[in-house]
Structure formats: structure tokens, C-alpha cells
């Protein structure tokens, strides 16, 4: 089984819909992240938790709103969808107390198309 | 200047071949770095992390890290056609802690 999941793996959506992606996690990971990828752009950073009652914005938190609903699930909100949200968005989590530092672990993406 | 910067490739290289990929950051007080793999539409695979200077060697895979040039580097020896690939450089950023910077990745082509 999958150590972190991402539901829904792919979306079709209209501009001005709300959105919502939720990721899942068995790792029992402290720490978790929403990035998006696009292509030339690389992995940007939108937002981060470090416990359930630790949010924290990344790079490029506008337009987008996040809930840590346990340790073991993040959740990302897209409030109205705009087309140049289109992107693949990863989650991942990490464990400062084990392994490496930093060390961070994806989620197998969702692929989101807003038209 | 970006904070990690990578060539985008490709880089080919036939089967049996030494791949070398590269790295460049630029924040100093940098202390961990990674490299990760990532297939076309899939996410990103941790393959290496190093945090001292020198070389670190996993399988087929060394990772070396040069704080004083602040680059870090990758080389696949024996590459494979399933190498092919493209290899992204992350590195802990700037401010806050567990905040990873990504370059945009190398991507590497080995030919059969």
C-alpha cells in the first residue's frame, strides 16, 4: 500500500469552481507539504504544516487555502479555480526525528485542469 | 541569480556510460541537499541525500558535495535505459527549517 495518497488523481474543472484536493498519509509524518509543478517552473512550495495546529504559507499561497483536519491528513482548497491553477500537485510529508533531515517523501500527484 | 540552478538538459549518454549531473546553489548556510528522480507524470522518487562534504555513494549512485563551491553533484555509473529520467537538486532553503528550494531538474537520456 501507498504511504501517502492523493485523491483525485486527475481533474477536469471550470473556471470559478471550487476545488478540493486531499492527500493521506500511513508514514505517520509530523510534517506535510502541497506543492504544484509546472512545466520550466520546477516545484513550488504553497503551503506547509508542521503539526496539526501549524500552518504555514509557502511561495505561492495565493488563491489557495489548506485544512490539516489529523496528523495524518492535509488538505488543499482551490476557493474559485482559475485556469492558470492548472498544474500537477504533489503532497509530501517528512520526519524530523527519523532518518535524515528534511527528507521529504510524495505523494503520487493530481493532475488538475481548470478550463 | 535562481536559488539552485541546474542545466536543463538533455544530457544523453549511452548505456554503460558514467551520467554526471550537477548543481549549483546559492545560499551559504545550505545544509542538506538532495536528489531526487522523477519520471514523466510521476512524482519525485528520493534517490540520494548528503549533508557533509565529500562523496557518498549508494549502488550505481555518488552523491558529492562541495560547500566552499556550493555545488553537489550525482553520477550514475553503468547507467541504463531506465535511468532515462529527469533528476531534480533540492536543497534546504534559506529561512525556516524543512523548507526544500528544487532546481528544475536535468533530464537524462541513455541510449541503448
Known amino acids: 500500500d501507498a504511504d501517502v495518497t492523493q485523491t483525485p488523481r486527475n481533474r477536469i474543472t471550470k473556471t470559478g469552481k471550487r476545488i478540493m484536493l486531499e492527500c493521506s498519509q500511513t508514514k505517520g509524518h509530523d510534517r506535510m507539504y502541497w506543492y504544484r509543478q509546472d512545466p520550466g517552473l520546477g516545484l513550488r512550495l504553497i503551503y506547509y504544516?508542521?503539526?496539526?495546529?501549524?500552518?504555514n504559507k509557502g511561495e505561492i499561497s495565493d488563491g489557495y487555502s489548506v485544512s490539516r483536519q489529523a496528523q495524518a491528513k492535509f488538505s488543499l482548497s482551490l476557493e474559485s479555480a482559475i485556469p492558470n491553477q492548472t498544474a500537477l500537485y504533489f503532497c509530501?510529508?517528512?520526519?524530523?526525528?527519523?532518518?535524515?533531515?528534511?527528507?521529504?517523501?510524495f505523494g503520487p500527484g493530481t493532475r488538475l485542469t481548470v478550463l | 541569480q535562481k536559488e539552485v540552478e541546474q542545466n536543463s538538459g538533455p544530457l544523453s549518454v549511452p548505456e554503460g556510460a558514467i551520467a554526471s549531473l550537477n548543481c549549483t546553489y546559492s545560499d551559504r548556510g545550505s545544509q542538506s541537499f538532495f536528489w531526487y528522480r522523477q519520471y514523466s507524470g510521476k512524482s519525485p522518487e528520493l534517490i540520494m541525500s548528503i549533508y557533509s562534504n565529500g562523496d557518498k555513494e549508494d549502488g550505481r549512485f555518488t552523491a558529492q558535495l562541495n560547500k566552499a563551491s556550493q555545488y553537489v553533484s550525482l553520477l550514475i555509473r553503468d547507467s541504463q535505459p531506465s535511468d532515462s529520467a529527469t533528476y531534480l537538486c533540492a536543497v534546504n532553503g534559506p529561512t525556516g527549517f524543512q523548507k526544500l528550494v528544487f532546481g528544475t531538474g536535468t533530464r537524462l537520456l541513455v541510449s541503448p
Open positions: 504544516s508542521f503539526d496539526v495546529k501549524d500552518i
Open positions: 509530501a510529508t517528512s520526519d524530523p526525528g527519523g532518518g535524515g533531515p528534511d527528507e521529504q517523501f
